[in-house]
């Protein structure tokens, strides 16, 4: 890569980024607070940026997320959820351009169920329960979303 084609991809990492800000606003109504469209533009770089930066850019949505709420379960517990966010948006990207289903399916997987499974034991399964139906519609509306834009994208 050249200097030039890498400007032009920090500049797509920090376009997405402040997209995931604004989506960080719009909320999904959840016992927490923290669900919201701040994942899709992570989703979104991770097909046409690549695994690492769609990786980054769904961390720092979260996170950012996450301090709109006031880390309403603690800094520690939402560094975790971000890694977990990261690890959603690989996976969304290594399987997006083999079959868009599975590659929805293993990103609100670990999105919701496994984010939330690893976090009963801090929290109880209570919590579980109460936030499994607002994360996982969060998680469909993002991906849904994020697999609209990239129809409609050119992937160069």
Do not use: C, E, Q
């Not at 929805?104 to 499994?132: E, T």
């Amino acid at each position: 890569m050249n200097n030039k084609s890498n400007l032009y991809t920090m500049i797509k990492i920090a376009l997405l980024i402040a997209l995931s800000v604004v989506g960080s606003l719009i909320k999904i109504p959840s016992p927490v607070g923290t669900v919201a469209l701040d994942s899709l533009p992570g989703f979104v770089g991770a097909v046409l940026l690549g695994l690492w930066p769609g990786a980054i850019i769904g961390a720092l949505g979260h996170l950012t997320t996450a301090l709109s709420g006031g880390f309403p379960l603690t800094i520690p517990v939402h560094l975790l959820i971000a890694l977990l966010m990261g690890l959603s948006m690989v996976g969304f990207g290594y399987f997006f351009k083999r079959n868009k289903i599975i590659a929805i399916l293993i990103a609100a997987i670990i999105n919701a169920p496994l984010s939330l499974a690893l976090l009963s034991p801090l929290y109880g399964w209570g919590f579980f329960y109460a936030m499994i139906v607002p994360l996982t519609i969060g998680a469909l509306v993002n991906l849904l979303l994020a697999t609209l834009v990239l129809r409609y994208v050119k992937h160069a």
